[in-house]
């Protein structure tokens, strides 16, 4: 069984929870814009919780959450300014610590429905550079479709680093695990490992309970293929979000999730061959701590 690393947990409701200036549509941009001391706080209490990984805060710095007239003006300036804040906290770290550089949904979470594959290259393509000086690996977030995986694949091709992709999951729990279009798991798994600098496969955002199926298919899939890449999970603690869910309307009514209860998840992923674990919407600090002291008792000497 691999070492497990742990990553940190969700940005925006972590902002939100510390106080930071937060609302829709600019969700975890708003703190970038108006107090990003705020930013760095929220990676501080990660990595004080023993998180390794800690994600840069660029997921609301597409025109989805910033509006078209602020994110040509600012967008890349407010995503190279959070690579800058996250690698500042992570050098300052008392334990190694690294930075991983967020590639987000360019139209929204879970809508597969906007997505526009030339206009996504764009976007996400703008985020890369502005990110890649400051990084130590890449993170593709919230992914609802094959499609959206290929065009992260394709803005990914040329780096060095070690890229990462997270599936985002439909909130139902079924006997074969699907994306938010509704494509099954095992074809987005088949369909990406045809591509180049896989590193690890993970899914993200989604309800804990869908996560296992996910991770069984996703082995039956390695398997087949004779193919080894690392997996990780990082759900987050909200209410299952519907098919009909449109983003940006409102904020996600969440759920109060324990760090008792978020680890036997984790345990759960664990025991499927995740090596890389943390957390998203709603999963804090004090998640994150359960996790590491979890860790260190497994791999204890």
């Keep these: 069984m691999k070492k497990v690393t742990i990553l940190d947990g969700g940005m925006g409701r972590e902002l939100k929870r510390i106080g930071a200036p937060f609302s829709q549509p600019l969700w975890s941009a708003q703190a970038l814009i108006e107090a990003p001391h705020f ?19 660029s997921y609301a710095c597409v025109p989805f959450h910033l509006g078209e007239e ?6 890349a300036l407010l995503a190279e300014q959070a690579a800058l ?10 334990q190694n610590v690294l930075v991983a550089g967020s590639l987000p949904p360019a139209f929204g979470s879970y809508r597969p429905d906007l997505f526009e594959s030339e206009r996504a290259f764009t976007i996400l393509n703008t985020l890369y550079n502005a990110q890649n000086p400051h990084v130590d690996l890449w993170l593709g977030e919230t992914i609802s479709s094959i499609e959206e995986a290929q065009v992260m694949a394709s ?18 729990v079924t006997e074969q695990a699907t994306l938010r279009s509704g494509e099954l798991v095992t074809d987005a798994i088949t369909a990406l490992l045809e591509q180049q600098n896989i590193a690890g496969i993970f899914f993200n955002c989604s309800i804990p309970e869908v996560i296992e199926q996910a991770l069984r298919d996703t082995n039956n899939v390695l398997i087949k ?9 990082f759900a987050n603690s909200f209410t299952p979000i519907s098919s009909a869910h449109k983003a940006n309307e409102a904020v996600q009514d969440y759920r109060d999730l ?30 994150i701590e359960a996790l590491v ?3 260190n008792a497994i791999e204890k000497p």
């Design 155 to 172: 803005v990914l091709k040329g780096s060095t680093k070690p890229c990462y992709y997270a599936f985002t999951l439909s909130d139902e």
């Design 70 to 75: 602020r994110y040509e003006s600012q967008g």
């Design 39 to 57: 930013v760095a706080r929220a990676h501080q209490g990660f990595i004080d919780a023993g998180a390794e990984i800690i994600t840069v805060n």
């Design 85 to 94: 804040i996250a690698n500042k906290a992570a050098n300052n770290a008392k």
């Design 293 to 295: 002291q979890w860790r």
């Design 225 to 233: 293929q004779n193919k080894k890449v690392s997996l990780g999970a």
């Design 258 to 287: 324990s760090p008792d209860e978020y680890l036997e998840f984790a345990k759960q992923w664990h025991s499927l061959g995740a090596n890389i674990i943390g957390g998203c919407c709603g999963i804090n600090p004090s998640h």
